[in-house]
């Protein structure tokens, strides 16, 4: 998903294309009533923002990423989504079938979830040295993990667990799985939904109508 999506308003619907097709925008034609572009102020258009970064450059991030590709982070795609942990350097750790791995590189189109904020400089050395020390315990060895799979934890709860950890460093609540996936993850996920659904429908049509704003 390398192209830039925009959005403008006419015929009082959000209309999106990709923006190389729009390099002369003002005389080309609305693709719904066919009449030569104008535009007001609010309705001209505006970048659409992509919601796949690069996780190595986002510091203590959750990251969500497919080995299938980001247009497959749709919450209509029946595919095994895979997770991770960012360090305030880049490094990604994650669980896997061959236990802990801390990848510098695989995590450049996912969904990130910054957890701790820039300023936090006592927050973000702790979680470098926490994130550490927490990657080498026994739970995460790869002999555990088919055991891990089966509670419906891997990936997913090595990283919420740890999460809960820092919180509670932090003088915070832990959450619980439903917790942190209805207030963290799905209200981006639903975001994520329909962003690809606008990237395809542009990729397959050239442009994209909505009767109504889509929150985008």
């Not at 830039?4 to 003002?26: A, M, P, W």
């Not at 909505?210 to 929150?215: I, Q, T, V």
Request: include cysteine; charge should be negative.
């Amino acid at each position: 998903m390398d192209k830039t999506v925009i959005k403008y308003r006419h015929c009082g619907r959000d209309i999106y294309s990709f923006s190389h097709q729009n390099d002369d925008l003002e005389r080309s034609h609305c693709p719904f009533c066919h009449q030569i572009l104008t535009f007001g102020l609010l309705d001209a258009p505006v970048t659409l923002p992509c919601p796949f970064i690069n996780g190595h450059k986002v510091a203590c991030a959750f990251l969500i990423g497919s080995v299938h590709g980001p247009s497959y982070l749709g919450e209509w795609h029946d595919t095994e989504i895979h997770v991770g942990l960012s360090s305030s350097e880049g490094r990604v750790y994650n669980y896997t079938l061959s236990g802990i791995r801390k990848d510098d590189h695989g995590w450049e189109q996912c969904v990130c979830l910054q957890l701790v904020p820039p300023w936090r400089h006592d927050l973000r050395e702790s979680w470098d040295r926490g994130l550490e020390e927490f990657s080498a315990l026994p739970e995460w060895v790869s002999e555990r993990f088919h055991e891990e799979r089966e509670f419906g934890s891997c990936c997913y709860g090595f990283a919420l667990t740890f999460i809960n950890h820092m919180r509670s460093l932090d003088g915070k609540m832990s959450l619980s799985r439903d917790e942190f996936t209805g207030q963290h993850v799905l209200p981006t996920m639903k975001t994520v939904s329909i962003y690809i659904k606008i990237y395809q429908a542009i990729s397959q049509h050239g442009f994209h109508i909505a009767e109504k704003l889509n929150n985008m």
